[in-house]
């Protein structure tokens, strides 16, 4: 069983940067790979980009390329996301999840576990 907090969401001007954290509980955390969704308000949750299991890895959706960088730290069991440039559709709630697979997988439904959401606005 693996626990996940997010935290550092807000609000932030277009422009501007935010830095989300995702602590994980638990001794296995470094098994994992761990993976950020976002959801916007009446739409899907939306994958966001992947870190493989010890961080040497990332894989990003299109839309977030140059502008949002994952990375890890499996000494403190986190993982985080430094987004950059934010515009207004990057808002949304923004979720981590934990995944076992070493494939790359970007459906909601292949991780195993997830945390609560944190939520990012970006005004105009």
């Known amino acids: 069983q693996v626990q996940l907090v997010e935290s550092g969401g807000g609000l932030v001007q277009a422009g501007g940067s935010l830095r989300l954290s995702c602590a994980a509980s638990?001794?296995?955390?470094?098994?994992?790979?761990m993976g950020w969704f976002r959801q916007a308000p009446g739409k899907e949750r939306e994958f966001v980009g992947r870190?493989?299991?010890?961080?040497?890895?990332?894989y990003y959706v299109d839309s977030v390329k140059g502008r949002f960088t994952i990375s890890r730290d499996n000494a403190k069991n986190t993982v985080y996301l430094q987004m950059n440039s934010l515009k207004p559709e990057d808002t949304a709630v923004y979720y981590c999840?934990?995944?076992?697979?070493?494939?790359?997988?970007?459906?909601?439904?292949?991780?195993?576990?997830w945390g609560q959401g944190t939520q990012v606005t970006v005004s105009s």
């Open positions: 999840a934990a995944d076992r697979s070493v494939l790359v997988r970007t459906s909601p439904a292949a991780y195993d576990y």
């Open positions: 638990g001794r296995t955390f470094s098994t994992y790979a």
């Open positions: 870190i493989n299991r010890s961080g040497g890895s990332t």
